[in-house]
C-alpha cells in the first residue's frame, strides 16, 4: 500500500484526535530541574537536554511517526546511535544503522551528514573526535578505517593499513592527544590499541594483546584521554574493566570487575575524562553511568532504564568536551543526552546558575512538605 493511500485512509482519524485533544489551553506544566545526586546533596550532574535529530528542530507530524522516513532517504533523525563527539558548538552522533554521521547543531537549528557521500561513505561508524582545525575523525568498524574529514564531511585521508602491524581489523573508540600529535585507536580484534601520527596517519606502535593481564585485553572498545596528563583509559570489555596507561601505552594500574552491585561492570561500553580526573563509564547493562576518581573509586552513578531525563536503553558512547559537558549515544532511545558536570570552573563561571541550583528544591519535595505541615 503506497504511502498516499495510508495517508487518506487515516488522515481523518488523526484529525479526530487532534480536534478531541486540543479542547482547550493548558497551564504549561512546571520544567523540573534534573541533576545528581537529589536534594539535599551538592549537585553534581546537571541533566541539560536531549536531541533525536531534525525533529527537535523543525517538529515531526503524528504521521512522519507512524510511516517513519521513505525507504531511499537518509533518516533525518537517529535510528541506532553508537559513538559521539563534540566541538565548536556541534554534536556529532554515528549511527550504524543510517550508516551516518550525524552533525547535529543547536544554535543554527540544523542537521547535516558525514559519510553519506560515495567518497568516504560509511558503513558502520562508531568512534569519533575532532581537532583544532575542525577535522573529524570517525573510525568505521565495517571498513577497517579511520576516515579523516573537513567539517563540511568531505573527505580529507583514511588511517589504517592494508597489510601489516598498523592493519586495522576492527577499529572502535578513537581519540586524539593534539599535543603530541597521535590518534589513539581501539582494535577490538586484534585486542590492543594502535597508535598513528595525526600529521601523516603513519603507524607509530601499538600495545596490549589478548590475556587477562595488566596491559593485556579481552575485546577492548572504547577509550579516553586525560588532558590534563595525556593519560588513556581504555574500555577492557570483557575483562570488565577500565585500564589506565600513560600517552606511551606504558601500563599504569586498573579498576572495575564483573559484578552487578556499583563500582563493577556488566557490559561497560563508553568512557569519558572530565576536567578534574574523574572517568564516566557507561554501562549497557546497568543503563546508567559511573562515575569513579582517577584512581578508580566510586563516587555517583547516575541513571536506569527507562526514557525520561537520565534514562537510558542500552548506551553506547560517551564524550566529555572542553567545557565538562557530558555526551551520552542513548542507543535504543534513539537520542544523545547531554549533562553537565558542575566542576569548580563552572561554579565560578556561572555563580547565580550554581546558587540556583543548590537553593532549588523539586515540586515533588515541596508537596511532602506542605501534607506533612
Not at 485533544?21 to 504549561?28: D, R
Request: charged letters at 25%.
Amino acid at each position: 500500500m503506497s504511502r498516499q493511500v495510508i495517508l487518506k485512509t487515516i488522515g481523518l482519524f488523526f484529525i479526530g484526535i487532534i480536534i478531541y485533544s486540543c479542547g482547550g489551553a493548558k497551564k504549561p506544566a512546571k520544567i523540573e530541574k534534573v541533576f545528581w545526586p537529589p536534594p539535599p546533596e551538592e549537585p553534581r550532574i546537571l541533566y541539560l537536554g536531549s536531541y533525536h535529530g531534525e525533529s527537535d528542530f523543525k517538529g515531526k507530524s503524528a504521521l512522519d511517526v507512524l510511516l517513519g522516513e521513505p525507504d531511499n532517504e537518509i533518516s533525518r533523525n537517529l535510528i541506532k546511535p553508537y559513538g559521539v563527539a563534540a566541538r565548536f558548538g556541534k554534536i556529532f552522533a554515528g549511527d550504524t544503522v543510517a550508516a551516518v554521521v550525524f552533525v547535529i547543531d543547536p544554535k543554527n537549528k540544523k542537521i547535516s551528514f558525514i559519510g553519506d557521500k560515495p567518497m568516504g561513505k560509511l558503513r558502520i561508524p562508531v568512534g569519533i573526535d575532532i581537532d583544532k582545525k575542525g577535522r573529524v575523525y570517525v573510525a568505521d568498524a565495517k571498513n577497517q578505517r579511520v576516515f579523516v574529514y573537513d567539517f563540511k564531511g568531505k573527505l580529507l585521508t583514511a588511517i589504517g593499513e592494508t597489510e601489516g602491524p598498523g592493519k586495522l581489523l576492527r577499529p572502535a573508540g578513537i581519540t586524539l592527544n593534539e599535543k603530541n600529535q597521535r590518534i589513539y585507536i581501539v582494535d577490538v580484534l586484534d585486542h590492543n590499541v594502535k597508535v598513528y601520527s595525526i600529521k601523516d596517519g603513519k603507524f607509530l606502535f601499538a600495545f596490549g594483546k589478548r590475556g587477562k593481564g595488566d596491559g593485556e585485553f579481552n575485546f577492548p572498545t572504547n577509550i579516553a584521554i586525560d588532558r590534563r596528563n595525556g593519560n588513556i583509559a581504555v574500555v577492557d570489555t570483557m575483562n570488565f574493566r577500565v585500564q589506565i596507561f600513560d600517552k606511551d601505552g606504558n601500563f599504569l594500574r586498573t579498576f572495575g570487575r564483573l559484578g552487578i552491585v556499583p563500582g563493577t561492570f556488566s557490559r561497560p561500553k563508553g568512557i569519558g575524562i572530565d576536567s578534574e580526573g574523574h572517568i564516566y563509564v557507561v554501562d549497557a547493562a546497568f543503563n546508567n553511568i559511573q562515575i569513579f576518581d582517577d584512581k578508580g573509586n566510586l563516587l555517583l552513578f547516575i541513571g536506569k532504564f527507562g526514557s525520561g531525563p537520565g534514562e537510558f536503553n542500552l548506551p553506547a558512547g560517551l564524550y566529555i568536551d572542553r567545557a565538562d559537558r557530558i555526551y551520552v549515544a542513548d542507543s535504543m532511545n534513539r537520542r544523545i543526552q547531554v549533562f553537565q558536570y558542575i566542576s569548580e570552573a563552572w561554579k565560578k563561571k556561572y555563580p547565580e546558575k550554581y546558587k540556583e541550583l543548590k537553593l532549588y528544591k523539586p515540586e515533588f519535595l515541596n508537596k511532602t512538605k506542605t501534607k506533612e505541615q
